[in-house]
């Protein structure tokens, strides 16, 4: 069996850019656009960024830690290289999709792999109105915001707002406030992956909200409409001993 064609791309960092030149160097490689796989060089912030750029093509992306969190990369080793690729165990993800209407009229879409996220915009607290599959789940969240993660974004932001953790084959999305005020029990929620939440923006000229999808941001929402978008594959390698469903196990019980 012939090996795969590699690419190599790398973050705007000093040690992400010389493993671009030394692996350059040892091993053949092609553009992206003509990869089999896409080894990147990074943190997690750039390794999101990756999957993004290549979501259309679906290539499958190898990351290797050269930046300040490693959570969804693999230990940098030049070493057996092409081996540890060809031997690498597949995750599958699946974006969400986010439906943004505007305060003055307007319509985006956007896709995120972590989560997407409301956010008071000034000084008020947001208030917010969700639904869940056409049916009112809480009339009224007094917050500075709330999220929707998928389980691969349920360590990231999900986990710092005290969100669940979510193992990625329980066909979950995390549902968590951000320092709700009213209901003050409420903590959020566990949804099937299949759910489509509605949140829809209270009094939004008087206390606007943003809705952010990974890196894309939009401001003055009205209305945001969050599903799980089954029609995009991303697909992540990660070496067997360091998969990254057992790396979400572990973080359940970091100290």
Known sequence: MSAPAVAFVAADSDAARDALVRLGDRFPHVPPERADVIVALGGDGFMLQTMHRHLERGTPIYGMHRGTVGFLL???????????????ERVTLYPLRMEADTLGGGHQTALAINEVSLLRQLR???????????????????????????PAGSTAYNFSAHGPIIPLGAGLLALTPISAFRPRRWRGALLPHRARVAFEVLEADKRPVSATADHTEVRDVVRVIVAEDRSIRLTLLFDPEHNLEERVLQEQFAP
């Open 74 to 88: 693999n230990e940098y080793r030049e070493e057996r290289l092409i081996e540890r690729i060809a031997a690498a």
């Open 124 to 150: 008020q607290a947001a208030k917010i109105r969700i639904r869940v599959d056409g049916i009112e789940r809480l009339p009224e969240l007094i917050c500075d915001g709330v999220l929707l993660a998928s």
